[in-house]
């Protein structure tokens, strides 16, 4: 479930999400927009393109239907046409929406030093684009740049047709070069990312097989390894990226947007060093009317604000500076019954709402170190998990609005529904414990062993944990 605030003027409008990959971590999934106050007419603005080269529409006439061209049937390889919709199709596009984010990214790359930040990850995926998408409900494989797909019978080699349609936003259409240009600079140690380097080192230098055919073989036999290149590897202009290093790739797009084919972009003009970033929708967007797209890509501009202090967001989202508030936060959580006993929400000009949906959540947790005393032996991290009185977060802290997770894969077809289901158990927690030699207790009550007081250090990196491990 996921708790947010909108202003009003936001919520009665038709409603829907920017991008099925941005809804979960903006929720943004039921906001529309309209045209609002006059005050808001002034700063709305339309659809933009930034189109250099105008290619017609369709194949290179050049390329034969047997390797990608026109008149591709796709026999033998895979694609899909039943796609379920993250949006609603009856939403009108249009308006501006501003966003809180916690801090300025380091940089504006989507990859290479520095990349990781909470903006990058949020815009990624509607600047840029992948082979293949993922259906929201059944998680099944769906065309994005490629319109089919073929895995051979070792489940090693990946093919991929690009399709002819797919533009990026100077214009220039997509193609395999593009895919091998991207495998390039992504194992390219000049990049300065070391897992980037080492996942793609795992597969093979790209194949074009024609202008719209590319083949890629991995070195593992995995079933992750067809999703990382597939679904989750967007795929960079070889004009822009192609005869660069990944050092002078570091250097020369540190705050410039390399353009995507995605629906949104980042003029150089809308960057706010430390403040705020602007993304505008792209009027020529190549895939605009594809049916994964309905209801999607509505706002023409969404602008993130940065604001560090948590206090501070939520007054401004109260004077109408931001628009929408996520609480889903640990620390945040206690604003939904807390602090919205105020006259806004009474009166109706700030809504609550609750949004389910069945997306996978990741897992967050205490992660042991077994190299080290006292997480090496097993009885002491199975007390751990029994000691871990989720229950009581639940009740406590997250207010009831939440269940508990039972697998690394929750809600998803990885999911073990076999796995035990750990909950808060004290008696068992002393019974290892003490089989594992803690089964003394000093003056003060702590727990001893060999005169050593059962003692450790728990780091964490993020606000709002300090009450769960009190």
């Not at 897992?195 to 055919?213: C, F, G, H, R």
């Not at 508030?325 to 019954?337: E, N, P």
């Not at 003060?444 to 450790?456: A, C, M, P």
Request: aromatic share 12%.
């Amino acid at each position: 479930m996921i708790l947010k605030l909108i202003t009003k003027e936001k919520f009665m409008k038709v409603v829907c999400p920017v991008s099925k990959f941005i809804v979960l971590a903006l929720i943004f999934s039921l906001i529309g927009c309209g045209k609002g106050t006059k005050e808001r007419k002034q700063i709305e603005t339309k659809a933009v393109s930034i189109k250099k080269f105008d290619t017609p529409p369709g194949a290179d006439p050049t390329v034969s239907a047997e390797l990608g061209g026109k008149g591709f049937t796709g026999e033998g390889w895979q694609t899909a046409t039943k796609i379920n919709l993250s949006g609603d199709p009856k939403a009108i596009k249009g308006g501006k929406i501003v966003i809180s984010i916690p801090n300025f990214p380091a940089t504006l790359r989507m990859d290479g030093k520095d990349y990781n930040s909470y903006f990058n990850y949020a815009v990624k995926g509607i600047i840029y684009e992948g082979l293949l998408s993922q259906d929201p409900v059944t998680e099944e494989y769906i065309p994005l740049l490629a319109t089919h797909w073929k895995i051979s019978e070792d489940k090693k080699e990946y093919k991929f047709r690009i399709n002819p349609d797919a533009r990026f936003a100077d214009g220039k259409p997509v193609t395999s070069a593009d895919v091998i240009a991207t495998w390039k600079l992504l194992v390219d140690p000049g990049i300065l990312e070391g897992y980037t380097n080492t996942l793609y080192q795992t597969y093979e230098q790209p194949v074009a097989e024609s202008k719209y055919i590319v083949s890629v073989r991995t070195k593992e036999l995995n079933w992750r390894q067809f999703l990382y290149f597939a679904a989750s590897t967007v795929i960079y202009p070889a004009d822009y990226i192609g005869n660069i290093s990944g050092s002078q790739f570091l250097e020369k797009y540190q705050f410039e947007m390399i353009p995507g084919s995605g629906p949104y972009i980042i003029d150089k003009n809308d960057i706010n060093k430390g403040q705020s970033i602007s993304l505008r929708r792209r009027s020529d967007y190549w895939a605009e009317n594809d049916i994964a797209n309905k209801g999607l890509n509505n706002f023409d501009i969404i602008r993130f604000d940065v604001v560090s202090d948590q206090s501070l967001e939520f007054e401004k989202f109260k004077k109408g500076e931001i628009d929408i508030v996520d609480l889903t936060g640990t620390s945040r959580i206690s604003m939904w019954s807390e602090r919205l006993d105020i006259d806004d929400a009474k009166r109706g000009l700030i809504q609550k709402r609750q949004v389910y949906n069945e997306y996978p959540e990741g897992v967050r947790g205490i992660c042991f170190n077994m190299r080290k005393p006292p997480f090496d032996d097993i009885r002491i991290r199975k007390a751990f998990a029994l000691l871990f009185n989720r229950e009581q977060f639940k009740e406590k802290l997250f207010f009831n609005s939440v269940d508990l997770m039972d697998s690394y894969y929750p809600n998803s077809i990885y999911e073990n529904q076999s796995n035990p289901k750990i909950r808060y158990n004290l008696d068992e927690a002393q019974k290892l414990l003490a089989d594992a030699g803690w089964n003394q207790k000093n003056g003060d009550g702590y727990l001893v062993k060999d005169g050593r007081v059962f003692e450790l250090e728990l780091p964490f990196g993020y606000q709002g944990i300090e009450k769960f491990l009190t």
